[in-house]
């Protein structure tokens, strides 16, 4: 069995391996040939958490398989006028699997592995204070709830890509939760428009179509899961 891969080498020092037929399932590394050598254990680890959910996972074949590397994407940044400049926008990864359009499949397994993420954030967080989630620790950036907000606001963004975003931000509830809500209930009511279609935009300087815009979403509330766990434990 042939699993297809695609490297992104970010900005950041490391590298993110794609899964490309699985979203939500995705490595990291120091460099792309690390990322590469990690992908067979996300993949199984990606696979213990499907069959946990569902009695007939899309899983349940594989066994033998053979990592592929269809492509390699390196991040980088430009100004307003789409000109390579150090400290602009960041043009994260479009691969050539991204203009395929979704099929109702893609689209139901996509918006399982959301309900099961979304599920797993919340429930992280459920037992915390308020003081726990506001906690900002040293070195890192955000407190647990400047997470949440950022997780929902980039689900935002994403959505905006393709015009999907049923308003401005700043039109927002401001309570986090209920802004994860509302932003996720767009998701999930947007996802089954795109069945088929085919939409290829350009924005910022970056390429968006349905398939980017799941592949992005799932990765990025399970990558922020593992981001959380690590802010409750400097708690």
């Not at 509302?182 to 398939?211: C, H, I, N, Y």
Request: net charge negative; glycine share 6%; charged share 30%.
């Amino acid at each position: 069995m042939r699993i297809h891969v695609a490297v992104e080498n970010l900005l950041e020092p490391r590298s993110l391996a794609w899964m490309l037929d699985y979203p939500g399932c995705f490595a990291y590394g120091k460099d792309g040939s690390e990322a590469i050598l990690r992908s067979p254990q996300a993949l199984l680890r990606y696979k213990e958490w499907v069959d946990s959910h569902v009695s007939d996972s899309w899983m349940k074949e594989l066994q033998d398989f053979d990592i592929h590397l269809d492509e390699t994407f390196n991040v980088y940044t430009v100004n307003a006028a789409n000109e390579l400049w150090l400290d602009g926008i960041e043009v994260n990864a479009w691969f050539r699997h991204d203009w395929k359009p979704l099929s109702a499949e893609d689209i139901r397994r996509g918006l399982l592995t959301l309900d099961w993420s979304r599920t797993d954030l919340l429930e992280l967080v459920a037992g915390l204070s308020p003081l726990q989630l506001e906690k900002q620790c040293e070195g890192e950036r955000w407190s647990i709830l400047g997470v949440l907000q950022h997780v929902a606001n980039a689900e935002h963004w994403y959505l905006d890509r393709l015009g999907l975003a049923a308003c401005p931000r700043k039109d927002l509830p401001q309570d986090i939760f209920e802004r994860l809500q509302q932003v996720r209930g767009r998701m999930v009511e947007m996802l089954p428009t795109l069945e088929a279609v085919e939409d290829v935009r350009g924005k910022q300087g970056e390429f968006w179509s349905p398939r980017k815009l799941l592949r992005r979403a799932a990765w990025h509330e399970i990558d922020h899961i593992e981001h959380i766990f690590k802010l409750i434990a400097k708690a």
